[in-house]
């Protein structure tokens, strides 16, 4: 069975510029969650998302938004980027409370 | 705020030592409590999780932990490393009644095994 995937697994961006992340949950997983994993720190919540709605916003700007589709893939969307973005950012598809997570996309803002 | 924190940054042991890595969170409510492990280039994998019940939870590759209410802690052990255990360990919890897909995680502790 596929485990959670997502794509890009690297990208460079520079400042200012936008960015997204794309997420495949675990067939039958209907939860979607993302995080950021600063180098040194442990992930961080960003969103959660169940059947197309936003479930749960984490302590971050505007700047991050993010969706999830019908067939319960989900994007992350990032403007204006700074610099403090450059991070791993994991999505992660959950069957009641249990969280399966993807590799991440090793993000770097120049 | 609610927190998760894990008091060994870097831990170093030789083959077949014991292994204890300390995790304690700040919330009076009821929580789940869970441990993650990373290999090396690999991504986060699940070794053990405590909902309710038995407060000494196994879980895979002979790890197991024990949540003790009264000391907010969630501590994981190992009777005896193998080299193949370095890796990143992360406590996380999530709060009952919060959003599902929330887990709060600590900073992590990095396992050296030496051979």
């Known amino acids: 069975d596929a485990g959670v995937t997502q794509s890009p697994t690297h990208l460079i961006k520079t400042r200012g510029q936008h960015v997204t992340l794309r997420c495949s949950p675990i067939s039958g997983h209907k939860s979607v969650s993302w995080y950021q994993q600063v180098l040194g720190q442990g992930p961080q919540f960003i969103f959660q998302?169940?059947?197309?709605?936003?479930?749960g916003r984490g302590n971050f700007p505007d700047r991050f938004s993010a969706r999830q589709f019908p067939n319960y893939s989900s994007e992350l969307n990032v403007n204006a980027l700074l610099l403090g973005d450059s991070a791993l950012y994991l999505c992660a598809s959950s069957l009641d409370n249990e969280q399966f997570f993807g590799p991440g996309t090793r993000l770097t803002v120049l | 705020a609610q927190s998760v924190s894990q008091h060994n940054h870097h831990v170093i042991l030789s083959e077949a030592a014991s292994l204890e890595l300390g995790c304690n969170y700040s919330?009076?409510?009821?929580?789940?409590l869970f441990w993650y492990v990373q290999y090396p280039g690999q991504h986060l994998q699940l070794l053990l999780k405590y909902f309710s019940g038995d407060p000494l939870v196994k879980g895979i590759k002979g790890f197991e932990a024990e949540f003790i209410k009264s000391k907010f802690s969630f501590n994981l052990r190992k009777p005896s490393v193998q080299w193949s255990d370095t890796a990143e360990y992360f406590c996380?919890?999530?709060?009952?009644?919060?959003?599902?897909?929330?887990?709060?995680f600590g900073k992590g502790t990095k396992l050296s095994v030496k051979p």
């Open positions: 998302y169940y059947e197309k709605e936003e479930r």
């Open positions: 919330y009076g409510g009821t929580v789940n």
């Open positions: 996380a919890v999530f709060l009952e009644g919060g959003s599902q897909g929330n887990l709060i």
